[in-house]
């Protein structure tokens, strides 16, 4: 049986780690380097690191930073924010990455998730997705970090995006991000059971009980979170032995 992974995420703004509810209210969560190196010392399955102003502004990741932060890693390392070219994930697997996660570049010109597939191989090609419901019971698809929505339904987007080479959907819901209430289980198992590749779920995660139901429930493969790791209301190696006592097999 695949194990289930935990995934402790930085957001990236100005070289700091930041932390939102509902994709507003930032706040400073503390310095990236030394978080990673601690989430991979606490038996963090995987690190993700989303430069979440990189698309706005309209520049490039920060790679010298992507590049420091792997050097006191030894986990799978996945970036995301302001990709747009096979030039782009070169510099960051160069700089010590080992996945990339496109978002709105990917959705604003599919064929991009085809090249990189392609030239890098499935597995290296993570789409990211912010997605909302609203009020008419759909999951809509938002860029640009959450500031943008598009007509595009995400169940939809995410099967195109799979057929086109991703090898593997990041899902936040924005309805839930930030608010320690519990993850997307609907949206979540829809696309878990619908999509032949892994689903990462985001957003909501407060409690281990939430982690527990998103792995059964949700039928995510792994589970991502943020302010929970990093204001240390939950620490990685106390969720682990929960989830092992719950019979959900992760790896210690």
Excluded at 79 to 85: A, E, M, T, Y
Excluded at 89 to 113: E, H, M, R, Y
Excluded at 208 to 218: A, K, P
């Amino acid at each position: 049986m695949l194990t289930k992974r935990i995934i402790p995420c930085l957001d990236i703004k100005d070289g700091r780690t930041v932390k939102g509810i509902n994709f507003e209210n930032i706040r400073d969560a503390g310095d990236p380097v030394e978080l990673g190196a601690l989430y991979a010392q606490q038996g963090a399955d995987e690190l993700v690191f989303l430069d979440i102003t990189a698309t706005v502004e309209k520049r490039k990741t920060l790679s010298q930073l992507v590049n420091k932060i792997s050097h006191h890693i030894n986990i799978p390392f996945t970036v995301g924010g302001g990709i747009s070219s096979v030039e782009d994930v070169s510099v960051l697997l160069q700089n010590g990455a080992d996945k990339i996660s496109v978002n709105t570049a990917a959705f604003k010109n599919p064929k991009l998730v085809e090249s990189l597939a392609k030239e890098f191989g499935s597995q290296c090609v993570v789409l990211a997705i912010d997605t909302k419901q609203e009020a008419d019971g759909e999951w809509y698809v938002y860029l640009n970090g959450g500031r943008v929505k598009t007509d595009a339904r995400c169940i939809d987007w995410a099967k195109q995006a799979v057929e086109a080479g991703a090898g593997e959907i990041l899902l936040t819901s924005m309805n839930h991000d930030g608010t320690k209430q519990g993850f997307a289980l609907d949206i979540t198992a829809t696309l878990a059971s619908q999509l032949p590749v892994p689903v990462i779920a985001s957003g909501g995660g407060g409690t281990m009980q939430h982690f527990v139901d998103v792995f059964t429930n949700g039928k995510a493969d792994a589970a991502l979170a943020a302010s929970i790791f990093h204001f240390k209301e939950i620490g990685i190696p106390e969720l682990k032995t929960y989830l092992n006592k719950h019979g959900i097999v992760v790896r210690q």
